[in-house]
Nanobody, 116 residues
């Protein structure tokens, strides 16, 4: 079994910053993709950013230039640096760990609220 644990959510003011972390542990042989998705109330879960084993990243258009995803493969950890936060970034953020297979594992989610 694989465990995925997120941390770093919370409350930020518009224009502020937060950094999310996600660590995978357990029966991990090789991770293909690590990424972040988010779900706002009444909306479907959407991709925020993801990075593959070759460190190639892609982002949702809504966060390009503001968010940066990074990965520490030695620690099976992925980070999401969120700058210039907007109220519309408010959502529950979920970490995805995709093993080769593929097998997907999700974290429990961490709340990000952007409000003055």
């Amino acid at each position: 079994q694989v465990q995925v644990v997120e941390s770093g959510g919370g409350l930020a003011q518009p224009g502020g910053s937060l950094r999310l972390s996600c660590a995978a542990s357990g029966r991990i042989f090789s991770i293909d993709v690590m990424g972040w998705y988010r779900q706002a109330p009444g909306r479907e879960r959407e991709l925020v950013a993801r990075v593959n084993s070759g460190d190639m990243a892609d982002y949702a258009d809504s966060v390009k230039g503001r968010f940066t995803i990074s990965r520490d493969s030695a620690k099976d950890t992925v980070y999401l640096q969120m700058n210039s936060l907007k109220p519309e970034d408010t959502a529950v953020y979920y970490c995805l760990v995709r093993l080769y297979g593929p097998d997907d594992y999700w974290g429990q989610g961490t709340q990000v609220t952007v409000s003055s």
